[in-house]
C-alpha cells in the first residue's frame, strides 16, 4: 500500500523559511510526477510545485515562483519544500501527492493526482 508521511511544517514569522519533507512508502519516486499543494480554510486546494525527475523543470505555481524550490532525493525517496520568504498568505495546509501514471500536463491540477499525504500545517504570522 503506498504512503505519503508529510513532516517539517510549523510556525514562522513572516519573512521566515521552512523545509516540508514527503517520504514515499511502497513507492519508488522518480517515476511519475509528484507534487506539493496547499489548501487554506475556505479555499481551494491549489497546486504549488511539481517535479517528475531532473532533467525536466520543476513547474510552480505563480504566487510561490522565486521563493520556493521541489527537489527530491531518490536515495531517501522523499521529496522536499524549500519555502523562503514566507508570508501569512502561504498559511495553509500543506500536502504532498503522486500523480496518475503517465501525467505530463496538468501536473499542477489536483485532479491528476491520486495518492496524498496526511498533510503538514505551516502558519506564517508576526
Known amino acids: 500500500q503506498v504512503r505519503l508521511v508529510e513532516s517539517g511544517g510549523g510556525s514562522v514569522q513572516p519573512g521566515g523559511s521552512l523545509r516540508l519533507a514527503c517520504t514515499a512508502f511502497g513507492y519508488t519516486i522518480g517515476n511519475d510526477y509528484m507534487a506539493w499543494f496547499r489548501q487554506a480554510p475556505g479555499k481551494e486546494r491549489e497546486g504549488v510545485a511539481s517535479i517528475i525527475r531532473d532533467d525536466v523543470s520543476p513547474v510552480y505555481g505563480a504566487s510561490v515562483k522565486g521563493r520556493f524550490t521541489v527537489s527530491q532525493d531518490n536515495a531517501k525517496n522523499t521529496l522536499f519544500l524549500q519555502m523562503n520568504s514566507l508570508k501569512p498568505e502561504d498559511s495553509a495546509m500543506y500536502y504532498c501527492?503522486?500523480?496518475?501514471?503517465?501525467?505530463?500536463?496538468?501536473?499542477?491540477?489536483?485532479?491528476?493526482?491520486?495518492?496524498w499525504g496526511q498533510g503538514t500545517q505551516v502558519t506564517v504570522s508576526s
Open positions: 501527492a503522486i500523480a496518475r501514471a503517465g501525467t505530463w500536463y496538468d501536473s499542477l491540477s489536483p485532479a491528476s493526482y491520486v495518492v
